[in-house]
């Protein structure tokens, strides 16, 4: 079974501070995805990467920046914490593929609240 | 850009049929899927349409017509256990990432 592990499940943060999210897959996927998911809003694609060192901006980027220096690793950093990013943040893998279609395998999530 | 359009809640008792249908605008198209995410957990793929049709698994089918830019996901014979969101989702082209509509709360009544 695909296992995407996000390092941490809560995570309480203050205003300005740097704040790093780090998600592990351990099925070799050659992508992995950042969403955060809000109330309302559904799932929000912030940033993705296809590959090692190659990340492509997703709807909502502002504020954010990724790091894939591992295939295995993606992490999301939040260079000065702002309280309107306080939310739910998904993990997300998936296989390259043949096809058109590969599933979306999700971690548990971490939510972040920025006080 | 992309867009879904789905309800935001629906509810029903068990042992009913629900459909939660799925508008979308993208300016290609290459699959809808659905997944579903109870209360806490991570959201789980369900099914893929990349042709127009139905596709059935198990309790649930999904339904794609591309020249009505519509899906739409029937759950039967209802348990307590489908009480969770369910979210469809587009990627608008090869090789991009899967776009989510904002997710149907469904809720299953005994």
């Known amino acids: 079974d695909v296992k995407v592990t996000q390092s941490s499940r809560y995570l309480v943060k203050r205003t300005g501070e740097k704040v790093f999210l780090e998600c592990v897959q351990d099925?070799?996927?050659?992508?992995m995805f950042w969403y955060r998911q809000d109330p309302g809003l559904g799932l929000r694609l912030i940033y993705f990467?296809?590959?090692?060192?190659?990340?492509e901006k997703g709807d909502i980027p502002e504020g954010y920046s990724v790091s894939r220096e591992k295939k295995e690793r993606f992490s999301l950093i939040l260079e000065s914490a702002s309280t309107n990013q306080t939310s739910m943040y998904l993990c997300?893998?998936?296989?390259?593929?043949?096809?058109?279609?590969?599933?979306?395998?999700f971690g548990n999530g971490t939510r972040l609240t920025v006080t | 850009g992309q867009s879904l359009e789905q309800p935001s809640e629906v509810t029903a008792v068990e042992g009913a049929i629900v459909q939660i249908n799925c508008t979308y605008q993208?300016?290609?198209?290459?699959?809808l899927s659905w997944y579903q995410q109870h209360d806490g957990g991570a959201p789980t793929f369900l099914s893929y349409?990349?042709?127009?049709g139905l596709e059935e698994t198990g309790r649930f089918s999904s339904f794609l017509s591309r020249s009505d830019s519509y899906g739409y996901l029937l759950l039967q014979e209802l348990q307590m256990k489908d009480s969770a969101s369910y979210f469809c989702?587009?990627?608008?082209?090869?090789?991009?990432?899967?776009?989510f509509g904002k997710g149907t709360t469904l809720s299953v009544s005994s």
């Open positions: 997300a893998s998936s296989p390259s593929g043949t096809g058109p279609y590969s599933p979306l395998h």
């Open positions: 099925m070799d996927h050659e992508n």
């Open positions: 990467s296809y590959d090692v060192k190659m990340k």
């Open positions: 993208t300016s290609g198209f290459y699959g």
């Open positions: 349409n990349a042709l127009d």
């Open positions: 989702a587009v990627r608008g082209q090869a090789g991009t990432a899967l776009i």
